[in-house]
């Protein structure tokens, strides 16, 4: 039997059946092919100025291992006129993190980037090992998280860097939009679709070039183009959790290939229908058409990389009891029910009449995110004191005596 | 089953309410035993039963007031409500019981009916051979089944016409766009008859994968479904979806790109419908605009009720453009060519659970109606392929999961998808997709062909891109050309 011919160039034999579409394409064709995905998602949503400075968030892991590469071959071929840098964080994870930073300090040399590395002990006075320690293996990933996430601004703002890019893919993106459905969370489901966050009153901007990749298509990336990455995953997240999002979106990935991005799409899409409290503070001015940066989806989106958008059955089995007990003081208002079909009625029929045509029509809007500064550390957050900040408050309190 | 459970992702299950104890009094009455739980409360059978009414009830009040300012003197003063039917299925067989006992109720007050009732089961049966296993071609288990049903319904709620509609009829309506579903070319010949049947067979064997098909047969019920609610002159189509469905319709559509359709679709409300005028739909409009009787398949005498019973002046032919029952003159600033139907879900606050708890409470039993193993055909069974697998079905498998654990976050997902605006200004500008009805969002289609990179004609095979005239939505699109 002859060969099977790559559908793209018609003369090599075809090795990879694209997840994403099943074509199949020869080894040299798939490389490009990807390459030339990410760069139209590079300049459709005008991602990067030339001479720009950007910080790629480098974990050592597959995603941002071929950002790093496919980022590297694409300024070069592309002359995008970037200057790359390569940020770690060190959240001090013995066996997992040291060993991963042995490849991300690899990786500066091959792609002949400067690399920093920013500690979690010199940011917070913490290392993960030592807040897991603490508070135990529950839990963790959330403070994490919201370390990682502030510790990547704070290294880039160290290094006079105003964008950092991360490696979140289609699956990443889907998951998240999946998640927040499950949570009825609509306001964190308009912000997380969009491939820039951060507005430009915060001093970071971050952005997904990697949104709409196949988290399979950067496996095989990384394997055909024999990228030097680190795949064990973080040996405090497994808590045999792997996320309800997660799993479904690989059921369905199987059932209809397209399913990732289908998905993507409709986040995109439904992120219009949020309703806006007032578009005023909206900086994305409810259209979610271009990449205007839409404030950072900060709080909760999980921890590390690979556990990104994922919440635990614990997160799941709190709010079931939240709503529940929602549920139990709305049923002692029952006189009020009655005349809610009444007002119901009316309301619609005041939202008929309405002229407006675009932006705000609803009165139960969802408040979006005002961004201020923390009063403790001064770093940006929608909060008078920001994440961080109160979770290390907590720690702090909570520290073990002995560690005199 | 299927690996999710393997993975383990709900992890450590809530408290699950203990098994109610014996001795344990109802919570919501305090004088009988509770033997069930309602909710976490333990209630007595009573209780229940009046809970789940309760549920219906309101919100079937709900459409009442909503349907008043649709209700004229010349309608008798009558609101009549049509009604999907799944044949077996546990939610709609529970509304048709739920308002039957409302009318019921009301007449044994000694008030008037609030409500007549017209039950459409759209059968895809008669037609369609489907590819096995994966979709509910096993389900329903031939057209002498049903039949029987329908006599069991019957005979249970006489004051009800309860009908069977071929999936086919779907084909005479000019509410489906079907220049693009139909490859113009290769329309053979003749139209009306058994051979619409087969018309229909060749657009679902054109159809990419089994998700597709699915969610075509649920497209098409849809239309069907609002042209005999137009054609009975009914006020509104109620679904029988419980929050439990709603949720994974949510889900499901998000997955297969129809996001931007979800609050038409969770939402009661106006439902748009538009008439599209192409060749095909003109030649098969030649048939007879009463449905026909191939095979018997609609031979009971509601059909032959059925133009007689649509209140005066209600246009009962579908090629007209006049504005029947509930044209929403504000919605769609004067197209002559759209209407819209008024579609409800009574059940939008139960948990299907629960319906199949009520199921054997009431009495006699509505066992009976209900196909047994319903479910387990959709959801039992390993996985062996998920190629013949919809995502309808795995959204089925996932929430029947979650519902056990979490009924809470299911209800909540329809109850947050519920607050999305329904997007008008799209339709008003780009028009509605010829075979959804939704509104149609060209720009954001042309800037998502440009982030991803897809250049025009990249799916290459299969349907030809851009064969059809008609324009699709992305959902759509993506249902018809893979």
Redesign the interface.
Same mark, same amino acid.
């Given at each position: 039997m002859a060969p099977i011919l790559c559908?793209n160039c018609k003369t090599e034999r075809a090795l990879i059946k694209r997840p994403k579409n099943h074509?199949k394409l020869c080894r040299s064709c798939f490389l490009t092919v990807f390459e030339?995905?990410v760069?139209?998602?590079i300049t459709?949503?005008g991602l990067f100025y030339p001479g720009e400075k950007v910080a790629i968030g480098a974990s050592g892991g597959k995603d941002s291992t071929v950002l790093a590469s496919v980022l590297k071959t694409l300024n070069e071929r592309h002359n995008y006129g970037l200057d790359l840098v390569l940020l770690s964080i060190d959240e001090g994870i013995k066996g997992y993190r040291d060993d991963s930073l042995e490849t991300v300090k690899r990786n500066a040399v091959q792609y002949d980037m400067p690399l920093k590395v920013v500690g979690y002990d010199e940011l917070y006075g913490w290392t993960m090992d030592q807040v897991v320690e603490t508070i135990g293996k529950k839990g963790n990933c959330t403070y994490c998280g919201v370390f990682r996430r502030q510790a990547l601004d704070r290294g880039a703002k160290m290094l006079g860097i105003k964008h950092v890019v991360t490696g979140h893919n289609a699956d990443d993106v889907a998951e998240t939009?999946?998640m927040n459905?499950?949570?009825?969370?609509?306001a964190r489901l308009s912000r997380s679709t969009s491939i820039v966050t951060g507005d430009s009153r915060s001093e970071v901007k971050r952005s997904k070039p990697l949104k709409?990749s196949y988290e399979k298509e950067i496996v095989l990336y990384a394997h055909h183009k024999k990228l030097d990455y680190f795949s064990t995953e973080c040996i405090y997240s497994p808590?045999?959790?792997?996320?309800?999002a997660?799993?479904?979106i690989? =059921?369905?990935e199987?059932?209809?290939p397209?399913?990732i991005?289908?998905?993507v799409?409709?986040?995109?899409?439904?992120a219009?229908?949020? &309703?806006v409290e007032n578009s005023s503070s909206c900086a994305c001015k409810g259209t979610g058409?271009s990449a205007t940066p839409v404030a950072g989806d900060d709080e909760n989106i999980g921890g590390c990389g690979s556990q990104n958008g994922r919440s635990?059955?614990?997160e799941?089995?709190a709010?079931?009891?939240e709503?529940?007990d929602n549920?139990a003081h709305k049923e002692l208002e029952i006189d009020v029910?009655n005349t809610? &079909?009444?007002t119901?009625?009316e309301l619609?029929e005041k939202l008929?009449?309405l002229p407006i045509?675009?932006g705000p029509? =609803?009165s139960?809007a969802?408040s979006r995110q005002v961004l201020g500064t923390c009063e403790r550390c001064g770093y940006m957050s929608s909060q008078a004191i920001c994440q961080a900040c109160m979770l290390l408050e907590g720690l702090n309190k909570n520290r073990p005596q002995i560690q005199i | 089953m299927s690996n999710k459970m393997e993975e383990g992702q709900l992890t450590p299950p809530p408290p699950q309410p203990s098994s109610v104890s014996v001795s344990k009094r109802c919570k919501k009455c305090s004088v009988q035993e509770a033997t069930l739980d309602s909710r976490g409360a333990p209630v007595c059978r009573g209780c229940f039963v009046k809970f789940i009414n309760t549920k219906c009830v309101k919100q079937v009040a709900i459409l009442g007031k909503e349907t008043s300012r649709l209700i004229t003197p010349r309608d008798g003063g009558v609101r009549r409500y049509l009604v999907g039917l799944s044949m077996g299925g546990v939610s709609s067989t529970v509304l048709v019981q739920l308002l039957n006992e409302n009318v019921e109720f009301q007449l044994a007050k000694g008030r008037n009916a609030p409500f007549e009732l017209v039950f459409v089961y759209v059968d895809p049966h008669t037609s369609l051979t489907l590819q096995p296993s994966s979709e509910l071609s096993s389900v329903v288990g031939g057209s002498i089944k049903v039949e029987e049903r329908l006599r069991g319904f019957r005979e249970r709620y006489p004051r009800s016409e309860f009908k069977r509609v071929p999936l086919a009829a779907a084909l005479r309506l000019r509410t489906v766009d079907w220049s693009s579903l139909i490859p113009p070319a290769g329309a053979n010949g003749g139209s009306g008859g058994t051979d619409e049947e087969k018309k229909l067979q060749q657009v679902f064997d054109n159809l990419p994968s089994a998700t597709s098909r699915t969610d075509m047969i649920r497209l098409l019920t849809r239309h069907v479904l609002l042209n005999e609610a137009r054609e009975e002159g009914c006020q509104a189509l109620l679904l029988g979806s419980t929050t439990t469905a709603l949720a994974e319709l949510t889900l499901a559509e998000t997955a297969k790109g129809r996001g931007f359709s979800l609050p038409w679709l969770i939402n009661d409300g106006s439902f748009p419908i538009t008439h599209h005028q192409d060749p095909i739909a003109d030649t098969t409009a030649d048939a007879p605009p009463t449905p026909p009787t191939p095979d018997g398949t609609t031979a009971d005498n509601t059909t032959t009720d059925a133009p007689t019973t649509a209140p005066n002046g209600t246009t009962t032919n579908i090629t007209t453009n006049s504005p029947t029952v509930t044209e929403d003159g504000k919605g769609v600033g004067g197209e002559t060519s759209s209407t819209s139907m008024l579609v409800y879900h009574p059940l939008r606050d139960l948990l299907r659970k629960e319906l199949v708890t009520y199921a054997s409470l009431v009495s006699p039993p509505l066992t009976d109606l209900l196909l047994s193993d319903f479910s387990s055909l959709q959801s039992g069974g390993a996985v062996v392929s998920h190629k013949n697998l919809s995502i309808e079905e795995v959204m089925f498998r996932y929430f029947e999961e979650v519902e056990q654990n979490y009924p809470s976050v299911v209800a909540n997902v329809a109850r947050t998808t519920g607050k999305l605006l329904r997007l008008e200004e799209d339709a008003e500008k780009n028009g509605r997709c010829g075979v959804c009805s939704m509104p149609l969002d060209e720009l954001g289609d042309e800037r998502w062909r440009g982030e991803i990179g897809d250049p025009v004609g990249d799916e290459g095979g299969g349907g030809g891109g851009g064969g059809g005239k008609g324009r699709l939505c992305y959902g759509c699109e993506r249902s018809i050309h893979g």
């Open positions: 559908t074509k030339d995905e760069h139209h998602t459709s949503s939009i999946l459905l499950l949570r009825g969370d609509l709409y808590e045999a959790f792997r996320g309800s997660r799993s479904l690989k =059921n369905l199987k059932v209809r397209s399913a991005l289908d998905i799409r409709s986040g995109e899409d439904m219009r229908l949020v &309703p058409r635990s059955g614990g799941m089995a709010m079931e009891q709503l529940k549920e029910a809610m &079909p009444a119901k009625a619609k008929l009449e045509r675009s029509r =609803n139960k969802v | -």
